[in-house]
């Protein structure tokens, strides 16, 4: 079946530091891929996605990039801000009549300190 | 403008004990999905409704878990009969027709002592 698996955290950067969350997956089809954010007392949201190989998903500074070749798709930003600390999933989704059905990593928690 | 509503936010059933989750979709939306979140995981695919049918169930662990979505927006998932291993964090998420987006709901945070 369909996998995801993710870097293992916390994350713990100072401000305007480089991030990278690394995430790989399996998948029987040819997936669309995910990046979803959870702020403290928050819902899950759709930071970004991308739905064929090379494509860049990219969103708020954070970007990443569908690779089939290496069947990855990490997620980066430049500079991070302490408002950017929360926990990062990487899913992916087979498709078909809607992107809802998501298989997801593990989670990874990124603290950013000032 | 109203996003995907879950109720109630924190319920704590003893063992044995029948819970039901409620989630309100977005208006207008036809697909509706629940998962399981459990502490420290990443979420866990349960079901999917489009409009009031049940497309796909193969993520309910066991026939203790039911759902339901009888006039196509509201949707209930019960629990019957409740472990200690059904303790976590149920999400609701919704779409509209066609490829596109699912807004999460803050989820239920379910105990079971």
């Known amino acids: 079946g369909d996998s995801v698996t993710q870097m293992e955290g916390p994350v713990t950067l100072s401000e305007e530091a480089f991030l990278t969350i690394n995430c790989t997956y399996t998948?029987?089809?040819?997936?669309?891929l995910f990046w979803y954010v959870q702020y403290p007392g928050e819902g899950l949201q759709l930071l970004l996605k991308a739905t064929k190989a090379d494509d860049k998903g990219s969103n708020k500074g954070f970007e990443a990039t569908y690779r089939k070749e290496t069947t990855s798709f990490h997620l980066e930003k430049g500079s991070v801000q302490v408002s950017d600390s929360a926990v990062y999933f990487c899913a992916l989704s087979e498709g078909g009549t809607s992107y809802g059905k998501l298989t997801f990593g593990q989670g990874t928690i990124l603290t950013v300190h000032p | 403008g109203a996003g995907v509503s879950q109720s109630p936010r924190y319920k704590v059933a003893k063992r044995g004990q029948d819970v039901a989750l409620r989630c309100d979709p977005i208006s207008g939306h036809v697909s509706l999905f629940w998962y399981q979140q459990a502490l420290g995981q990443g979420p866990e695919f349960l079901t999917y409704f489009q409009n009031e049918a049940q497309l796909d169930k193969s993520g309910l662990p066991s026939d203790r878990f039911f759902a339901e979505r009888p006039e196509g927006s509201v949707s209930t998932l019960k629990i019957q009969r409740t472990q200690q291993e059904d303790s976590a964090v149920y999400l609701c998420?919704?779409?509209?027709?066609?490829?596109?987006?699912?807004?999460f709901g803050q989820g239920t945070r379910l105990t079971v002592v």
């Open positions: 998948a029987t089809g040819y997936p669309s």
């Open positions: 998420a919704s779409s509209s027709r066609g490829n596109t987006e699912a807004f």
